[in-house]
């Protein structure tokens, strides 16, 4: 017994002394440190399954995307044939790879040739399916043939990935699509150490070929849960988040944190398409009058000002008008409750006077929406849909499902509604498009119900290797006012992309997409 | 007692071997087929002939009773399976997690004894005093309070206004501080009630009164009634330790701590099957033989019990 009073008198006196301990005294920073619900993952640039804001860190391509268009990166300059089917790239001679290894034609081949043998993997870019050869020209020239003039070939190789170069010491058998060995890239920073769910460490690539980070760390923090992120944020334990959709930061959060001295906050542009999509082959719903009753029954107005705090502009078409190619002009489908309940009725939909809900051919008018569990805001839009939908009578069942439930019924397509969100430039509208036609998209199995799903899939494919620009425009204008009168979207809002940051570090901004955090822009002024 | 203790021991077989036969079921029963999880957590295209060649690798071709089999006797041989996200075997994944959920467990567990015995012994010897009124009301609220809403409060308070502890992640033992406090809360509730009832009880009891009427000291009498009390509140202690170990997952999230509560909870996001079983099991053996300890130490400490079983 005494034994026992000892043991326990030494464990919490220990305790004790370790909670009175104080805090780390403030350094001057060389380190910041990033919060994220998700862990970086496996970031392999040639597969899916890591976070892109990781494999953006350490991974680079050719050229990139920027507000200005294509600018070189590992290739100095390129040339297009005047069938616009090869692409030759002078690449810079400067580059080695953080292990030593240095970037030539051979290593952007051997890259190529394994992205290549994994196709039925990247088929959601039309890109891979165009791609014939890929030729070494000299030591530092590596030229692309495809199959046709494809119009989106530089905006895709600058894409997060697949196409991004890896040393090909960290391959698996000439391979990378069944893993790789190591995370050795060309980037400005080398992932120096993982802990996975818990953080990653990145250092500074200090014999990276274009300008150095002025940053020497970042810690790349995996805080699960929303509000522990939010009140070490403002403890300053963390000196970012950065997020597009509600999955890192709600509005409510965003406008309350925009108000504190604490941090600072930024928004992006509109950037991604926030929508409802409804699938066009379910029992009820592949009815056009209920699709167009739901039009005008979802107050997006209202979402807007009471749900996303004013925070995003309202979407009368899937892709906003700065959208390339989506300049179009679509007739507005407007909030009208009455409307709604008229092409209901008209439609044959009667309301039950007991269930206050509707019938037709004694069946009751109840929908499905589906939403990803994890991200606050859906839960809240889909509430909010519901109580609209119960004005005009139907009962939306909504149900939340973690992450992994919701990708698998985006692919069996057992949905009669699901949120969506677009991927924001660079990918809208061509590769967002190109994804419709595959099997395993929300979108291609809401599409499903279609009378011209087909001609739908072909003109996409037809759009991708339009060469003549004026043609191409015309050609998006028919299938965007074909998807707009079908009715297949809901759209909501254009989505922005927020930031909170300490208000130390500076130079905090956003790429063109969405999903790459500028990290290597950064850095810290001296705290006062 | 020997008899008693081996008879106790044997029995744990039949009780693995039935965890083992639900924890293979409920993996058999449920609509995601493994091979196709194996592939799409490893982003590889999911087509027939994938799917195939996993089965073949996972040994999902082979009839169910074989699985199961196979499954168990490399479970003997300490090969828990192959992660099918990570591809690093279970053993790795579970163990590189164990020690934050078991620093966690031990420092709640401190917490737990200390308070809990401390409080309940004076609220026993205070009966029905103001002191007593005020803990029962306080124990009342605390045993009511969720687990998440009393981590964030404690966030809130220690590691925000007052910065006295890290709010989240694993620097060093400090910061188990908050999560450690979370989670032995409710439970120092239980046990005080435990231990005050017991004494409460033991002080009514016959043998008490005869003491007294021997002139038995304070000191003594209180010696007896603690030692009498105290048999409940080991038991219930021995149970609590799996159930600390199991009921980290929530404190692990919101404390961002990579035990094995997080472990389990991304395994079950992702379908990893190997894992959750392998945690289900573990968990069911701790059980076991936890309660096993308790038996043993109640025949130990009570004659009576020994005859009767």
Not at chain 1, 24 to 33: D, P, R, T, V
Not at chain 1, 245 to 264: H, R, T
Not at chain 1, 420 to 434: A, C, F, H, R, T
Request: hydrophobic content about 40%; proline content about 3%.
């Amino acid at each position: 017994m005494k034994l026992l009073l000892k043991t326990i008198f030494i464990c919490i006196t220990t305790l004790l002394f370790v909670a009175c301990q104080s805090q780390k005294e403030n350094k001057i920073k060389n380190e910041l440190i990033y919060a994220s619900t998700k862990d970086i993952r496996d970031i392999n640039p040639h597969l899916y399954g890591g976070e892109m804001a990781a494999q953006n860190m350490v991974f680079e391509s050719l050229v990139i995307n920027t507000k200005n268009g294509i600018k070189p990166n590992l290739a100095k300059s390129w040339k297009i044939s005047n069938n616009g089917k090869t692409y030759t790239f002078k690449l810079r001679e400067d580059v080695k790879f953080s292990d030593g290894l240095i970037f030539d034609a051979n290593v952007v081949k051997s890259n190529f040739d394994a992205i290549l043998k994994n196709r039925v993997r990247h088929a959601w870019l039309e890109l891979i399916n165009e791609i014939i050869s890929t030729k070494v020209i000299d030591k530092f020239t590596f030229e692309l043939n495809l199959k046709n003039a494809y119009y989106p070939t530089l905006t895709e190789l600058a894409m997060t990935r697949p196409f991004r170069f890896i040393s090909t010491k960290c391959f698996k058998n000439n391979q990378t699509k069944n893993g790789v060995k190591c995370y050795v890239g060309t980037g400005p920073w080398i992932l120096k150490e993982h802990k996975k769910n818990d953080y990653a460490l990145f250092v500074r690539n200090n014999n990276y070929w274009n300008n150095k980070t002025k940053i020497e760390k970042i810690k790349w923090r995996v805080i699960p849960n929303h509000q522990s992120i939010l009140l070490s944020l403002q403890k300053g334990e963390i000196d970012l988040i950065f997020g597009a959709d509600g999955d890192m930061i709600n509005s409510d959060a965003f406008s309350m944190l925009e108000k504190s001295n604490k941090v600072k906050t930024k928004l992006s542009n509109p950037i991604a398409s926030r929508a409802i999509l409804i699938n066009t082959k379910r029992e009820i719903t592949k009815d056009l009058e209920v699709r167009k009753a739901l039009e005008h029954a979802v107050n997006k107005q209202a979402i807007i000002k009471g749900i996303l705090n004013n925070k995003e502009t309202i979407a009368n078409t899937l892709f906003s008008k700065t959208t390339p190619y989506c300049n179009i002009d679509l007739p507005i489908k407007n909030f009208n409750v009455n409307l709604a309940k008229k092409i209901l009725d008209k439609d044959g939909w009667i309301i039950n006077k007991d269930t206050n809900i509707r019938e037709k051919d004694g069946k009751q008018l109840i929908l499905k929406l589906y939403y990803n569990a994890n991200n606050a805001q859906e839960k809240t839009i889909s509430e909010y849909i519901q109580s609209n939908l119960k004005d005009i009578g139907i009962d939306l069942k909504i149900i939340g499902e973690e992450k992994q439930s919701f990708l698998d019924r985006q692919q069996n397509g057992n949905f009669d509604l699901q949120y969506s969100l677009s991927w924001g430039v660079p990918y809208d509208p061509q590769s967002y498009i190109s994804s419709w036609r595959a099997l395993s998209h929300g979108d291609y199995q809401a599409q499903l119900g279609l009378n011209k799903k087909e001609w739908l899939d072909k003109t996409i494919s037809d759009i991708l290797i339009e060469t003549n620009k004026e043609k191409r425009a015309n050609l998006y204008k028919e299938i965007f006012s074909y998807i707009h009168k079908e009715d297949v979207y809901i759209p909501i809002s254009y989505s922005r992309t927020k930031v909170v940051y300490n208000p130390i570090l500076k130079d905090v901004g956003f790429n063109l997409s969405q999903y790459e955090i500028p990290f290597e822009k950064m850095y810290f002024e001296k705290s006062k | 007692m020997s008899n008693f203790i081996l008879k106790r021991i044997l029995l744990i077989i039949p009780l693995l071997l039935g965890v083992t036969i639900v924890c293979f079921i409920l993996v058999n029963i449920n609509q995601s087929d493994p091979a196709e999880v194996t592939l799409r957590v490893n982003n590889i295209t999911v087509t027939k002939e994938a799917i195939e060649e996993t089965r073949k690798d996972l040994g999902l071709d082979k009839p169910l009773i074989n699985q199961y089999l196979s499954w168990i006797s490399n479970l003997i041989k300490g090969n828990f399976g192959i992660s099918y996200e990570s591809k690093k075997p279970v053993l790795n994944e579970l163990s590189e997690a164990f020690p934050i959920t078991l620093y966690l467990s031990i420092f709640s567990l401190f917490l737990i004894v200390f308070f809990g015995f401390i409080i309940g012994v004076l609220c026993a010897l205070f009966e029905n005093t103001l002191f007593d009124k005020i803990v029962r009301g306080i124990i009342f609220t605390t045993t009511a309070i969720p687990n998440f809403w009393l981590a964030l409060l404690l966030i809130y308070t220690f590691a925000y206004y007052y910065n006295i502890f890290p709010s989240n992640g694993f620097e060093g033992l400090n910061s188990l501080v908050l999560p450690s406090i979370t989670l032995a809360i409710t439970y120092i509730s239980t046990f005080v009630r435990i231990i005050r009832n017991s004494i409460i009880q033991t002080k009514n009891s016959l043998f008490m009164t005869y003491a007294k009427a021997r002139g038995v000291s304070k000191y003594t009498l209180l010696k007896h009634q603690i030692r009498n009390a105290i048999a409940p509140f080991i038991v219930a202690l021995n149970m609590s330790i799996p159930r600390l170990l199991a009921g980290t997952v929530i404190i692990e999230n919101i404390f961002a701590l990579p035990g094995l509560g997080r472990v389990c909870v991304h395994a079950i996001f992702v379908r990893d099957y190997p894992i959750i079983q392998s945690y289900v099991l573990f968990m069911a053996l701790l059980f076991i033989i936890f309660n096993l300890i308790a038996d043993i130490w109640i025949i130990k400490r009570d004659p009576r019990l020994r005859h009767f079983n």
